[in-house]
């Protein structure tokens, strides 16, 4: 009887626990047929672009250094050019397809490709001591 | 926080930078006063073997000074100091300098001038030549002025060079200090490019910018092209104009391929934004019209617009400027009735959504929306570049059926002051203005979508599901799956329901 108890129990609690979503699981199970049938949450905002922010740490030069910022997609599409004195901060905005992960930044000679993470890119151009 | 103790340090250091190393009149100097070798390494000092101190017994002035290694070497390539590229002037190049303690059999300095070669690579540094050498007097740790003077051969030249300052020495383990290091020249050395010297830059129209990276190298005026989504490519703006009733979410009622390109000038003020909407289908019986506004940006933010269609006797009063009367925004409209420019073919149901109607040809109006004309700035000032978000703001509507007041956005975009609110919350719409929620139904579907790249879109009456078939598993994941679900991928598409451009 014990043991029935216990098989019971432990039934009912693996059913309460395969019923619900794992962590991160939160897509509907069975595919819509109509776009009318979508479970869309309200604060999707249907956006297929990402708007990422740009900041720079500048690095102080007797000579106002100044030349072309330009950031890139991988695959080479320019989402920004600006004219960029190395001495300033900067921040300004970009956008790139939804979910890109990286993009590469140009100033002269400089290249390099950069994270995007939580829509921020940031490059700091004070070196690090060796 | 973390961020914000981050910006105060930079602002810190870099106020440091400025007092550490200066370009005073045609000087050079070096007073270590970052306490951080590497912001002047960051501006192209070098140094070898030699750190900053700011021990008590080690500073000559300031809170920091240079201090070499052990000076046991005679050689000139062991300890040194070493300025960036330089045009030299004229006159003395002065230090001071004192050793750390009173041992060794000999110490001194030499110094050297580098001369740029363009034929040695990497660094293109020819070979130091040495024209000053000086011994302390006696080992002790009493404190030197020294006055070296330029040599004529280099003085007020227009070639770049480098000064060395070594120290050096034999026996004994005694350091040497060096401090307020001042080098009459200009600094002339490009920390962008690996540190060699400026280049001679062309730069025809005067602007500051590059002829080679300049957009526009022979307008002063303008400078740069930023392509939204990218040079040569367009996005997509798609509607279904039953709003606020549901449509066959066909997403085909209205489609423009769009390009914005925001021309800038040289202080990355925004001098134009130039609109490519190139209208593809209209498979609705509704005549629309379309226009924008940009979230921001007043009637005194720019000077006025032009390329747009809008016949006299339209629905839309525009100002002398060319943008509607009564609103806040700078409101510019494409175009009155789309088929005005698209005519219906004849047969079949709409404009490009039926395959077996003729094929109309797209129809491409170009908008030019003049902030800066010809360097005249408007009565609000300039736009930054910089504080213009433009794609978050760009914001698109239909005029449904010639009704002015039946206005339809992209969801959560705000409509004009010329919508008649009154249409929300009706029939499917579920617009809370209070809560910023516009043009969604009670489940969040919306009557617009705004695509990043090319949109192929549905036959007539075919539910978007159906022809691009990842495109319910990206909105119900939030975007986080297939967010390029328009793309032409391997199993991405039907392509039996979706218009093919005969």
């Given at each position: 009887?014990?043991?029935?108890?216990?098989?019971?129990?432990?039934?009912?609690?693996?059913?309460?626990?395969?019923?619900?979503?794992?962590?991160?699981?939160?897509?509907?199970?069975?595919?819509?047929?109509?776009?009318?049938?979508?479970?869309?949450?309200?604060?999707?905002?249907?956006?297929?672009?990402?708007?990422?922010?740009?900041?720079?740490?500048?690095?102080?030069?007797?000579?106002?250094?100044?030349?072309?910022?330009?950031?890139?997609?991988?695959?080479?599409?320019?989402?920004?050019?600006?004219?960029?004195?190395?001495?300033?901060?900067?921040?300004?905005?970009?956008?790139?397809?939804?979910?890109?992960?990286?993009?590469?930044?140009?100033?002269?000679?400089?290249?390099?490709?950069?994270?995007?993470?939580?829509?921020?890119?940031?490059?700091?151009?004070?070196?690090?001591?060796? | 926080?973390?961020?914000?103790?981050?910006?105060?340090?930079?602002?810190?250091?870099?106020?440091?930078?400025?007092?550490?190393?200066?370009?005073?009149?045609?000087?050079?100097?070096?007073?270590?006063?970052?306490?951080?070798?590497?912001?002047?390494?960051?501006?192209?000092?070098?140094?070898?073997?030699?750190?900053?101190?700011?021990?008590?017994?080690?500073?000559?002035?300031?809170?920091?000074?240079?201090?070499?290694?052990?000076?046991?070497?005679?050689?000139?390539?062991?300890?040194?100091?070493?300025?960036?590229?330089?045009?030299?002037?004229?006159?003395?190049?002065?230090?001071?300098?004192?050793?750390?303690?009173?041992?060794?059999?000999?110490?001194?300095?030499?110094?050297?001038?580098?001369?740029?070669?363009?034929?040695?690579?990497?660094?293109?540094?020819?070979?130091?030549?040495?024209?000053?050498?000086?011994?302390?007097?006696?080992?002790?740790?009493?404190?030197?002025?020294?006055?070296?003077?330029?040599?004529?051969?280099?003085?007020?030249?227009?070639?770049?060079?480098?000064?060395?300052?070594?120290?050096?020495?034999?026996?004994?383990?005694?350091?040497?200090?060096?401090?307020?290091?001042?080098?009459?020249?200009?600094?002339?050395?490009?920390?962008?490019?690996?540190?060699?010297?400026?280049?001679?830059?062309?730069?025809?129209?005067?602007?500051?910018?590059?002829?080679?990276?300049?957009?526009?190298?022979?307008?002063?005026?303008?400078?740069?092209?930023?392509?939204?989504?990218?040079?040569?490519?367009?996005?997509?703006?798609?509607?279904?104009?039953?709003?606020?009733?549901?449509?066959?979410?066909?997403?085909?009622?209205?489609?423009?391929?769009?390009?914005?390109?925001?021309?800038?000038?040289?202080?990355?003020?925004?001098?134009?934004?130039?609109?490519?909407?190139?209208?593809?289908?209209?498979?609705?019986?509704?005549?629309?019209?379309?226009?924008?506004?940009?979230?921001?940006?007043?009637?005194?933010?720019?000077?006025?617009?032009?390329?747009?269609?809008?016949?006299?006797?339209?629905?839309?009063?525009?100002?002398?400027?060319?943008?509607?009367?009564?609103?806040?925004?700078?409101?510019?409209?494409?175009?009155?009735?789309?088929?005005?420019?698209?005519?219906?073919?004849?047969?079949?149901?709409?404009?490009?959504?039926?395959?077996?109607?003729?094929?109309?040809?797209?129809?491409?109006?170009?908008?030019?929306?003049?902030?800066?004309?010809?360097?005249?700035?408007?009565?609000?000032?300039?736009?930054?570049?910089?504080?213009?978000?433009?794609?978050?703001?760009?914001?698109?509507?239909?005029?449904?059926?010639?009704?002015?007041?039946?206005?339809?956005?992209?969801?959560?975009?705000?409509?004009?002051?010329?919508?008649?609110?009154?249409?929300?919350?009706?029939?499917?719409?579920?617009?809370?203005?209070?809560?910023?929620?516009?043009?969604?139904?009670?489940?969040?579907?919306?009557?617009?979508?705004?695509?990043y790249g090319q949109y192929d879109y549905p036959i007539e009456k075919t539910d978007i599901l159906h022809a691009h078939l990842h495109f319910g598993e990206w909105a119900e994941s939030s975007g986080e799956l297939f967010p390029d679900w328009y793309e032409d991928q391997p199993?991405?598409?039907?392509?039996?329901?979706?218009?093919q451009i005969p």
């Amino acid at each position: 009887m014990k043991v029935c108890s216990v098989l019971v129990i432990a039934s009912i609690l693996f059913l309460v626990t395969s019923c619900r979503k794992s962590p991160g699981d939160v897509y509907p199970d069975t595919p819509a047929e109509s776009t009318n049938d979508l479970v869309v949450t309200q604060d999707f905002s249907w956006q297929t672009a990402d708007q990422i922010t740009l900041q720079l740490e500048g690095l102080s030069t007797p000579l106002p250094y100044q030349s072309t910022l330009t950031v890139e997609t991988l695959d080479g599409v320019v989402c920004l050019q600006v004219n960029y004195k190395l001495a300033d901060n900067l921040t300004a905005m970009f956008s790139v397809p939804a979910k890109t992960s990286q993009v590469t930044i140009k100033y002269g000679n400089f290249i390099k490709t950069i994270p995007i993470t939580d829509n921020l890119v940031f490059h700091s151009f004070i070196p690090v001591e060796e | 926080m973390k961020n914000k103790i981050k910006h105060i340090l930079f602002l810190a250091l870099s106020v440091i930078a400025m007092i550490s190393w200066q370009k005073t009149q045609a000087q050079l100097i070096l007073n270590c006063e970052s306490g951080n070798r590497a912001i002047e390494q960051g501006a192209c000092w070098a140094f070898g073997a030699v750190s900053y101190s700011n021990n008590v017994n080690h500073v000559i002035s300031g809170s920091y000074s240079t201090r070499s290694n052990a000076l046991s070497n005679p050689e000139p390539t062991a300890c040194w100091v070493k300025t960036p590229w330089m045009k030299m002037g004229s006159g003395d190049i002065t230090l001071k300098t004192k050793l750390e303690a009173a041992n060794g059999t000999t110490r001194g300095i030499i110094v050297s001038y580098i001369a740029y070669d363009p034929n040695d690579p990497p660094y293109y540094e020819g070979d130091p030549v040495q024209f000053y050498s000086w011994n302390w007097p006696s080992i002790n740790t009493s404190l030197y002025n020294l006055t070296i003077p330029i040599p004529a051969e280099i003085a007020n030249s227009s070639g770049a060079y480098k000064i060395r300052i070594s120290f050096v020495g034999t026996g004994g383990n005694s350091r040497a200090h060096g401090d307020d290091y001042v080098f009459p020249g200009t600094y002339w050395s490009d920390p962008t490019n690996n540190c060699l010297p400026l280049p001679l830059i062309a730069d025809a129209d005067g602007d500051g910018v590059a002829d080679e990276e300049d957009n526009y190298p022979e307008d002063p005026y303008r400078a740069y092209n930023n392509y939204y989504p990218g040079a040569g490519q367009y996005g997509a703006l798609a509607f279904e104009d039953l709003w606020p009733s549901k449509g066959d979410f066909d997403f085909n009622d209205l489609v423009i391929d769009y390009n914005l390109n925001t021309v800038t000038n040289a202080q990355n003020h925004v001098v134009e934004i130039k609109g490519e909407f190139m209208l593809k289908a209209a498979g609705a019986s509704y005549n629309n019209g379309f226009g924008f506004n940009i979230a921001g940006i007043t009637d005194d933010h720019v000077t006025g617009v032009t390329g747009y269609e809008v016949a006299p006797e339209s629905i839309f009063s525009l100002n002398d400027a060319g943008l509607e009367n009564g609103q806040n925004l700078a409101t510019v409209i494409v175009f009155d009735k789309f088929k005005r420019l698209m005519p219906h073919p004849g047969t079949g149901i709409g404009i490009n959504t039926d395959p077996a109607a003729p094929y109309v040809q797209p129809h491409t109006v170009n908008i030019t929306l003049t902030f800066i004309d010809n360097g005249v700035l408007p009565p609000a000032g300039a736009t930054s570049l910089l504080s213009l978000n433009l794609i978050a703001a760009f914001n698109p509507f239909i005029v449904i059926d010639q009704e002015r007041g039946r206005e339809l956005h992209l969801p959560d975009y705000p409509p004009t002051n010329l919508m008649n609110q009154s249409l929300f919350g009706t029939f499917d719409d579920d617009s809370n203005p209070g809560t910023g929620k516009y043009y969604k139904s009670a489940n969040n579907l919306p009557w617009g979508i705004n695509i990043y790249g090319q949109y192929d879109y549905p036959i007539e009456k075919t539910d978007i599901l159906h022809a691009h078939l990842h495109f319910g598993e990206w909105a119900e994941s939030s975007g986080e799956l297939f967010p390029d679900w328009y793309e032409d991928q391997p199993g991405y598409r039907d392509e039996s329901k979706i218009y093919q451009i005969p």
